[in-house]
């Protein structure tokens, strides 16, 4: 018999509590009901925000771009794309050399609204109860454990 497999520090491992996903998980959670009314503000979803932030950095990316930038699929994003176009924020055109790539571009609207979000991050480093210094360290420890995710795949 095994004894091992039934000790109590092998049923720890197994507690939410002891989880490094459940720790990011319920975190982020918590994240975007901090962004939710200062994105509302802005008429934006944390999605969204996260789509202009890309665009803000660099315009006239396609869609592909973007998706790969926001780790998420391209089928995903269009939607959520065609959402900030209606909304008079960005332009979808296909690409005259080649009809499948899509290239977004921000409208003089979507590039105006980056004015009226700068006031966010320090929003954000406000309500985190951290110091500039510690969030820096610690998104540099995520950008790192994200890395190595990805590497495992």
């Known amino acids: 018999m095994d004894t091992e497999r039934n000790t109590p520090d092998t049923y720890e491992q197994l507690l ?4 490094i996903c459940f720790a990011l998980h319920s975190t982020s959670l918590l994240m975007t009901k901090v ?14 925000y996260l789509a202009m932030m890309v665009l803000w950095q660099k315009d006239g990316l396609t869609v592909g771009e973007i998706s ?4 998420t699929d391209p089928g995903s994003l269009t939607p959520l794309l065609k959402r900030l176009e209606v909304e008079g924020l960005l332009t979808r055109t296909r690409s005259r050399e080649d009809e499948r790539v899509v290239i977004v571009e921000l ?6 609204l ?3 979000a700068r006031s966010i991050p320090q929003c954000i480093l406000a309500a985190s109860g951290q110091t500039l210094e510690h969030l820096q360290k610690l998104q540099a420890e995520l950008q ?6 990805q590497d495992s795949l």
């Open 114 to 116: 980056r004015d009226k």
């Open 35 to 48: 962004y939710k009314p200062l994105l509302q503000a802005l008429g934006l979803t944390y999605p969204q």
């Open 16 to 19: 939410l509590d002891n989880q």
């Open 144 to 149: 790192d454990l994200r890395s190595h995710l």
């Open 68 to 71: 790969s930038q926001l780790l």
């Open 107 to 112: 409208t003089e609207q979507g590039r105006a």
